[in-house]
T-cell receptor, first 114, second 116 residues
């Protein structure tokens, strides 16, 4: 089965520090999309960042950046200058072919400590 | 950005009754919507893919007669949990594909279902 794996069930970081969340995935496709979603206590899913597999440049959105290693099938999320509002569940997800469904990893619970 | 709503946000019902959950795309048309189920402290699991004007595609292990999905318009998909039982209690989330960018799903806020 083609899966998405997040090996860190829980992580914590001090406010203003940097934390990296890991994600690996499996696919035989050459073109696909990868996402990181944030789910705060409200449980609303919020898109944090997206990466197209055909793009070699790592995506960046303000304090959030990814390290996309296509050959290794790795897609980690780095959060810089962590803020209390970053406390949430983070899900890595893969989409193969536009319009198809997302496959989610098991999630990482991130706690930002003051 | 594209907005997706769900109604109700939470519902409590008695065992044996049916519950309908609505998913609406407010500012865009969505030919495809997805229904997910999320248990506490777990990830989202896809239940079915809903396409406007056609029958939904259910994931393996999901009972199509129990979880009825109707996508009657480009802005509305409904999930009806029929003859609900306590094990159906969960958080149900819908998402919709926007027409401009098919590689992004926009998520509703979710519906918490509790079956007594």
């Amino acid at each position: 089965a083609q899966t998405v794996t997040q090996s860190q069930p829980e992580m914590s970081v001090q406010e203003a520090e940097t934390v990296t969340l890991s994600c690996t995935y499996d696919t035989s496709e050459n073109n696909y999309y990868l996402f990181w979603y944030k789910q705060p206590p409200s449980r609303q899913m919020i898109l944090v960042i997206r990466q197209e597999a055909y793009k070699q440049q790592n995506a960046t959105e303000n304090r959030f950046s990814v390290n996309f290693q296509k050959a290794a099938k790795s897609f980690s999320l780095k959060i810089s200058d962590s803020q209390l509002g970053d406390t949430a569940m983070y899900f890595c997800a893969r989409l193969i072919n536009a319009g198809n469904m997302l496959t989610f990893g098991g999630g990482t619970r991130l706690m930002v400590k003051p | 950005g594209a907005v997706v709503s769900q109604h109700p946000s939470w519902v409590i019902c008695k065992s044996g009754t049916s519950v309908k959950i609505e998913c609406r795309s407010l500012d865009f048309q969505a030919t495809t919507m997805f229904w997910y189920r999320q248990f506490p402290k777990q990830s989202l699991m896809l239940m079915a893919t809903s396409n406007e004007g056609s029958k939904a595609t259910y994931e393996q292990g999901v009972e199509k007669d129990k979880f009825l999905i109707n996508h009657a318009s480009l802005t509305l998909s409904t999930l009806t949990v029929t003859s609900a039982h306590p094990e159906d209690s969960s958080f149900y989330i819908c998402s919709a594909l926007a027409g401009v960018s098919y590689n992004e799903q926009f998520f509703g806020p979710g519906t918490r279902l509790t079956v007594l």
